[in-house]
């Protein structure tokens, strides 16, 4: 949906509150969007990412979508890179100390993220910068003066910094440092605005205090949700493994949203997508009904994401294999192919087990082994139940691992 910069500030309110699980002011929101309207001064929208974990997934795309309404009404983007904060990590969530990341390690995974982050982002009106630009630069003075502006108890109100203590586990001197420093980019780039998950909140609301500490109007903090991840129970992460990559293949992200469960779909088209929420709820009500089928939603969910981050002709494509492999049991006509010539033993068979790994369909014997005790390993369609076995391979023959992995074996 494109919007226009012209809007009135009540509906641009309407737009950008949308979806938000709390916006922290909203009337102060609306006093930066009429300043901006009155004097033609853009708003500076801020986002802090993490380069720790570079690959953009769905779940990044909750916040990605609403920086790009503020774009679309004619605001500006700062996409943080915290190439500095990386070699501390954010604490958030963490129930230990977090590794710090070499600085060659920061560097790759930021080329990633500006990489990806314009598959959803608009480049004119996108600003790309790395903390370190200013954080390299504070001596020791200015790191004093930093902290003096936090007490240690208002620190410890943050549930994970709290756990630990109470767990007797160790928290270092530096982890304090995290959330001040990302209090501080927010001076850095004069933010009038920063948008993070629920899981932000108190680096957001800390941003807010360094800010009046050093004499500026605070941001508005603008919380946004934690999508569901394909188990349909924990957030979407990559260390999860439950999520869905913007640059996955097609085919892969169809069968992917296809593999969600029911309850799901209301909230991903709402996360995920441009449906209008009336159009979402009259789904939703469709399904309880019994008037539409939940395989049918999903399959038109499934199309309208693959479009986005493809385009409609690789989404048919996509809807056409989904349905040709999974709907009448059919084996997809590209595959990769495995040469088993030299793995198989005298008898022309090779280990169940070993075949899988061949294949890189496991990371470990372990995890071949739970997919054969699992039901996921065919071969030529026949179920193998047994981890131990050794099969004899044809020529031609498929092997199948799960409901989307496949391999054309030679011999």
């Not at 963490?94 to 982002?121: H, I, M």
């Not at 070993?354 to 496991?362: K, N, P, T």
């Amino acid at each position: 949906m494109k919007l226009n910069p012209d809007m009135s500030v009540k509906q641009q309110m309407k737009v950008l509150t949308g979806g938000a699980v709390e916006v922290i002011e909203e009337q102060l929101l609306q006093d930066k969007l009429q300043r901006a309207k009155d004097t033609g001064r853009p708003l500076r929208v801020k986002l802090g990412l993490d380069p720790s974990a570079p690959d953009i997934h769905l779940g990044h795309t909750v916040v990605l979508r609403k920086l790009r309404q503020f774009q679309d009404l004619g605001h500006q983007v700062i996409c943080l890179i915290g190439d500095f904060t990386g070699r501390v990590g954010d604490p958030s969530q963490a129930s230990e100390t977090r590794p710090q990341l070499s600085e060659q390690e920061v560097k790759e995974n930021a080329k990633t993220y500006q990489e990806q982050v314009f598959g959803v982002l608009d480049p004119d009106r996108t600003t790309i910068d790395f903390n370190s630009r200013w954080l390299g630069e504070m001596n020791f003075a200015d790191v004093v003066r930093l902290a003096s502006n936090v007490t240690v108890a208002r620190m410890l109100e943050r549930a994970d910094f709290s756990d630990r203590f109470t767990d007797d586990k160790p928290i270092y001197l530096h982890e304090f440092f995290y959330p001040l420093m990302q209090g501080y980019d927010s001076v850095a780039l004069e933010a009038d605005v920063e948008l993070g998950g629920t899981d932000q909140k108190f680096n957001l609301l800390m941003a807010r205090q360094i800010q009046r500490a050093y004499g500026d109007e605070p941001e508005v903090a603008m919380l946004m949700p934690l999508a569901e991840g394909l188990d349909g129970t924990r957030k979407m992460s990559k260390s999860l493994d439950n999520y869905i990559g913007i640059t996955e293949q097609p085919q892969e992200m169809f069968g992917k949203v296809m593999s969600i469960p029911d309850d799901l779909i209301a909230s991903w088209a709402r996360y995920f997508t441009d449906v209008p929420e009336e159009k979402i709820q009259a789904m939703q009500q469709a399904m309880d009904a019994g008037n539409l089928n939940p395989r049918d939603a999903k399959l038109q969910l499934a199309c309208r994401i693959v479009t986005m981050y493809h385009d409609r002709q690789k989404a048919d494509a996509a809807q056409e294999h989904f349905s040709r492999v999974f709907t009448r049991g059919e084996v997809p006509e590209d595959m990769p192919q495995l040469d088993v010539s030299d793995e198989l033993d005298d008898d022309g068979k090779i280990w169940i087990v070993a075949l899988i790994r061949a294949a890189d369909f496991a990371d470990s014997n372990s995890e071949a082994r739970r997919l054969v005790d699992g039901g996921a390993v065919r071969i030529d369609g026949e179920r193998i139940t047994d981890p131990h076995a050794d099969v004899e391979v044809e020529d031609e023959a498929v092997l199948r691992v799960g409901k989307r992995r496949f391999a054309r074996l030679r011999v």
